[in-house]
Each structure stands twice: as structure tokens, then as C-alpha cells.
């Protein structure tokens, strides 16, 4: 079991820029994603990386925007997130999972508590 802090969620306008980072403790040896659930919706694939870093997929929505990323001597992951528009509102949770790099939120094995990020228009 691995335990999941996200943190850098805020209130950006429109066309501005975040750093997201989800820090873990427990075991390192799982693939990390970012999910997010907008008011009244259901939650949206954001972006994978793998153990290693070597690979990395992302939702259609945020392609050439946003960056996952992973430092695992520190343990953790980060989403920059740049060009920010309101529709990216919502709240941003990470996930582990150890068999795998991607699939549906049931799939995965542990989960942080989400960090708000709200962009005005």
C-alpha cells in the first residue's frame, strides 16, 4: 500500500500555469496517474507515467499542455499544467497502481485526496 498527497492546486486565470506534485510514501514500485472530476462529473483521465519514467500517456483534453513527470528519489510526481482554461476546473487526484499503466479509476490501488484547481474565465 503506497499513501498518496497531492498539493498545488489554486485559482489561476485563464492561459495561466500550475504545478501539481503527489508525493508518496510506502512502497515506490507503481505507475502513477492523475485523474480529475469536474462539478457534476464523472472523473477524467488526465495523464500516466510509468515506474520508470520512460513512458507517459495523456488525455485527449490536455495533450501539448500538460507534462507528467516523476522524480523518485524524492518520491514524487509531477502535472504541469500550462494554457489552463476554465474547463480544466476540477478536482485533481493522483493514483497508484502496480500491475499496469493505465485503466479505469476501479483499477487502481491506492488514491490521494485531491487538490482544487479552479481557472476564471
Known amino acids: 500500500q503506497v499513501q498518496l498527497v497531492e498539493s498545488g492546486g489554486g485559482l489561476v486565470q485563464t492561459g495561466g500555469s500550475l504545478r501539481l506534485s503527489c508525493t508518496a510514501s510506502g512502497h515506490t514500485n507503481y505507475a502513477i496517474s492523475w485523474f480529475r472530476q469536474g462539478p457534476g462529473k464523472d472523473y477524467e483521465f488526465v495523464a500516466t507515467i510509468s515506474r520508470t519514467g520512460d513512458k507517459t500517456y495523456y488525455g485527449d483534453s490536455v495533450k501539448g499542455r500538460f507534462t507528467i513527470s516523476r522524480d523518485n528519489a524524492k518520491n514524487t510526481v509531477y502535472l504541469q499544467m500550462n494554457d489552463l482554461k476554465p474547463e480544466d476546473t476540477a478536482l485533481y487526484y493522483c493514483?497508484?497502481?502496480?500491475?499496469?499503466?493505465?485503466?479505469?479509476?476501479?483499477?487502481?490501488?491506492?488514491w490521494g485526496q485531491g487538490t482544487q484547481v479552479t481557472v476564471s474565465s
Open positions: 493514483a497508484a497502481r502496480v500491475a499496469g499503466l493505465l485503466g479505469p479509476p476501479h483499477e487502481y490501488d491506492d
